[in-house]
């Protein structure tokens, strides 16, 4: 009952500093939801980097291994921005008829 560790076997879910490896990502993302490894699942959710990771790979597409960075999203946060400004001013509006 030695676990020494093998090369790259199914149960080599975690590298060396702790974190989940391409094939724990893979074993999770094959496992059904809620029936994932527990052991992988614990970690996922208390590593910031491991969930970063996750979503960095879900949002740039299982095909090919480029990132998306042609689209830098400061467009939607202008949007996001105004549209927040335009609440802020009626909010504001809101609480001047008020006071009135
Ligand atoms: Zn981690």
């Known amino acids: 009952m030695t676990t020494s560790g093998g090369p790259a076997g199914p149960g ?3 590298d060396a500093r702790g974190c989940l490896t391409p094939a724990g990502f ?3 993302a094959r496992a059904p939801a ?3 490894p527990a052991e992988l699942a614990a970690h996922l959710a208390s590593c910031a980097r491991c969930q970063e ?3 960095a790979s879900a949002v740039g597409g299982s095909a090919g ?3 998306r960075r042609r689209r ?3 467009l939607w946060l202008g949007i ?3 549209f927040v400004a335009l609440l802020l001013a009626i909010a504001a509006v809101i609480l001047a ?3 009135h």
Do not use: D, E
């Open 34 to 36: 809620g029936r994932g």
């Open 53 to 55: 990771h996750m979503l």
């Open 97 to 99: 008829a008020r006071l």
């Open 80 to 82: 996001g921005m105004a």
């Open 72 to 74: 830098p999203p400061r």
């Open 65 to 67: 291994g480029t990132p």
């Open 12 to 14: 080599r879910h975690f």
């Open 26 to 28: 893979a074993a999770l």
